[in-house]
């Protein structure tokens, strides 16, 4: 049974998650963004695909950060055939298998 | 890519242009689907989520706090904390849109996700220009099938019991690695370099910040970080 606080709660987890989506989108058809603003958004593609990939491959250690080994060993393959190909559905599908085979003799 | 670089991109050319994307969709979806059943959520939970929230990381993170018993106030702060970089997703992007109406502006941004706005991004780069025609059938063919393959999850859900096990959560990762080779790929050859030096920085940024941030604060902070540092020593 959904109770109404379930409600309430993900009303409010849509609300905060759709805010930041919207609000550049009509702070941008008002005003025009300045020079300076632009060149720094090209970089923000890359940057943030970059930041999500290293996400996944550190992970909180006890002391400090450290690499998350087994990520790290499905991302090579998944690098490569990313290059290899260009395809996202086929780097997806290496990426998966492999990690699936990793979890399945290590895990 | 033997079509003019100005021809107007249609729905159906959308569409096609996320169908590469899907298996990530769909595999993500799913396993939410397995995950929130798991999590004691119901299959009208996970269909309510999936609707108004729409963004993976946040509703796999939310299972969790949810299950561990979490504040609703600290749930929905996590949840605004993890998607704020979709704020800067949009800002980048929304400059291709400002000719259309606020209404479809609004739509834009309201089914923006990390894959439409990579795919988005990736076209760019490689010199086309966005229609919203093009836009809209990518990301509602990117919302319906999230919306479906979470559901069809929840229904599978009682009978799987470690969806871990099946290297489906891998698939975000898989996704983002293609799409940040295929934006890439399409920066000219004499801006490469400078790119792979920021990826380096972006390397060295998420590790120290990684230390004493949990990591979705870290990737936003290091993006703007190192998007400064782009911008500083571009030639």
Avoid at chain 1, 50 to 56: C, E, M, N, T
Avoid at chain 2, 139 to 167: D, H
């Amino acid at each position: 049974m959904t109770t109404w606080t379930m409600v309430w709660l993900i009303l409010g987890c849509a609300v905060v998650t759709w805010l930041p989506r919207v609000i550049p989108f009509i702070l941008v058809k008002a005003v025009t963004l300045p020079a300076f603003m632009m060149r720094f958004l090209t970089y923000i593609p890359v940057c943030i695909l970059s930041a999500l990939v290293f996400d996944s491959l550190y992970t909180k250690g006890v002391f400090m950060t450290s690499i998350n080994w087994l990520n790290f060993a499905a991302f090579l393959p998944t690098l490569f055939v990313a290059i290899w190909t260009k395809s996202l559905s086929k780097t997806v599908i290496v990426g998966v298998l492999t990690m699936a085979l990793l979890r399945y003799f290590f895990a | 890519m033997a079509e003019s670089i100005h021809t107007e991109k249609t729905f159906l050319d959308g569409i096609k242009d996320c169908i590469p994307t899907l298996l990530g969709y769909i595999s993500i979806g799913f396993a939410f689907g397995v995950v929130g059943i798991a999590s004691h959520l119901s299959t009208f939970e996970i269909f309510l989520l999936s609707l108004l929230i729409y963004a993976g990381a946040a509703q796999f993170i939310f299972c969790g706090l949810f299950v561990a018993g979490t504040p609703v106030s600290a749930i929905i702060l996590t949840t605004f904390i993890v998607n704020l970089r979709h704020f800067l997703m949009a800002l980048s992007v929304a400059p291709s849109f400002k000719n259309e109406s606020l209404a479809r502006n609004i739509g834009f941004g309201t089914l923006l996700t990390d894959e439409t706005y990579g795919v988005a991004m990736t076209k760019l780069a490689q010199g086309h220009t966005l229609s919203g025609r093009w836009m809209d059938g990518l990301n509602v063919t990117a919302y319906l099938s999230w919306i479906i393959a979470s559901v069809f999850g929840a229904f599978v859900g009682k009978w799987i019991p470690n969806p871990e096990n099946w290297g489906l959560d891998f698939a975000l990762t898989a996704m983002f690695v293609a799409l940040l080779i295929l934006n890439l790929e399409s920066t000219p050859k004499n801006k490469l370099m400078h790119y792979l030096s920021l990826i380096l920085y972006m390397g060295i940024a998420m590790f120290v910040l990684m230390n004493f941030l949990p990591g979705h604060l870290a990737v936003l902070i290091s993006t703007v970080l190192v998007a400064l540092i782009g911008v500083l020593t571009e030639k």
